[in-house]
């Protein structure tokens, strides 16, 4: 792949820079777009993050996150929905082409996944109209299911893309390899996000096998099992021409090199292997 | 739960008793059927588990476990093939009421799951004669999506059961909370495998919050996020009355602990949170 259509989702370079030195080294390596996360951009301040940014020339292909909607109590639920509005202001202010959500998991000391995906629909209902006002796009990323109980209980495409036609326009999806890689359906999924032109980001990292944790031990680009070139294939002939955003959790590996030397590696497996 | 639907799989105490203390201890704990796996029968003989199982009066709500069909080479696949016929022909002698299919993951170097997915059903379907023939019911075990790469490739109740349909007779799944608790459509896809009759097996344990290991932090019922009797419901509406058999794989804490309170435990919880 192309290195003009390459950006990394700023999770992947998270213990080595802070905002600043991962734009500027982005700069420097070539690679034209980021997705900086929220507490990222809350250490250098907003002000700071827009502007340097702005000053990079550096694209920002996605803003993580929003989400986070089940509680238990209706006063935190509307704590959640006023913090999703606050991100779709810092994502208008970055000119993020998209706010990634990741809708959450089960409330406290609860077990009803139903009413935890209600609440999810009523909480992306409830911040859509300022997500329009502001011209943020809203990325309802399916996380893959062993997240369910804990971070998304949005599992799969065809359940996000669902949701998507219920909600209406200024919804889509981002789609991430590592959450989606294993779906029988996936394929199919893909064109319909594409048909209705409902994609809105692409993530690729590769799933390790083994995994050693369900969180922190995703795998760079071609050292796992993920067919990133059937994946590529699916999302261009669903008519995507956006951004493959790398994002990588990776504690014991990843996270533990110079960040340099994780951004050459990215850049060269992009080309290779994707 | 009525303690004459529940039945233990033999993993769930593998660590503490091989098969003949283990039939001997549900005997005495008042459990009235179990699931071996294989390993556990060679250790003691086929013909001495057959004995000792008959003797005890204890049901076999299923055998575990055939499956594994993937392989890079056709000599490869045949040999699984031949495989799963000896385990067919262990499930007659024991009398199990199914033999559980784990079909395999992606063979050795490749990325390609539809390949893999297309191997399982040719695997199927070359032991499937044999399986009717000796009237063992082949129950499909769609396997948590994180298992996908290396343990199964079939991991929905609807990919399954489009399996079973382009199969037919003699097949069927099996359903274990583990692994489809978080599926937006498993009330659905149940009541479909209920109106088949195509629910074979019932598996139950529990969803840790948080997992720790991807394998074998499987948690006893109550102690996770699985809404277990909205499972049993949807189970029961589906017309399924069999065992309801408790499969638990905990390295770090029911392993570890003495199998009669393993035992006391499960038909606890079996009687109060299922």
Same mark, same amino acid.
């Given at each position: ?5 390459? /950006? ?10 802070n ?17 900086? !996360? ?8 907003? %002000?700071?993050a ?10 920002? /292909?996605?803003?993580?996150r ?8 209706a ?34 000391? /609860? ?10 629909a ?22 893959h299911p ?38 029988p ?19 690729i990292?590769? !799933? ?5 944790d ?10 796992g ?10 999302i ?6 956006g ?12 996270? %533990?090199?110079p ?16």
């Open positions: 792949m192309d290195i003009a259509r390459l /950006s990394i989702n700023l999770a992947t370079v998270r213990k080595q820079w905002l600043h030195d991962a734009v500027e080294a982005c700069t420097r390596h070539g690679i034209t777009a980021i997705d900086p !996360w929220r507490d990222q951009v809350a250490v250098v301040g907003l %002000t700071d827009v502007r340097a940014i702005k000053a990079s020339g550096v694209r920002v /292909s996605g803003y993580c929003g989400g986070m909607f089940p509680a238990a109590s006063a935190d639920r509307q704590t959640a929905i006023d913090d999703n509005r606050r991100a779709i202001d810092e994502a208008a202010a970055l000119g993020a082409e998209c706010l990634v959500l990741v809708v959450g998991g089960l409330p406290a000391h /609860s077990r009803d996944i139903g009413e935890a995906r209600k609440m999810v009523d909480g992306i209902a409830a911040i859509l109209p300022h997500a329009r006002a502001c011209s943020v796009p809203l990325a309802i990323e399916p996380l062993m997240y369910a109980p804990d971070r998304a209980c949005v599992n799969t495409v065809r359940q996000a893309l669902d949701l998507c036609d219920q909600l209406g326009d200024g919804t889509g999806v981002a789609i991430d390899v590592y959450h989606v890689w294993w779906d359906e996936i394929e199919a999924q893909i064109a319909r996000a594409g048909g209705a032109k409902r994609i809105l980001a692409y993530h990292c590769d !799933w390790l096998v083994p995994t050693r369900l969180l922190l031990d995703r795998g760079m680009m071609g050292d099992v993920v067919d990133l070139p059937r994946m590529r294939a699916m261009e002939k669903a008519g995507y021409s951004y493959h955003e790398v994002e990588i959790f990776s504690a014991a590996n990843w996270w %533990t090199k960040g340099d030397e994780v951004l050459k590696t990215c850049i060269e497996r992009f080309k290779t292997v994707c």
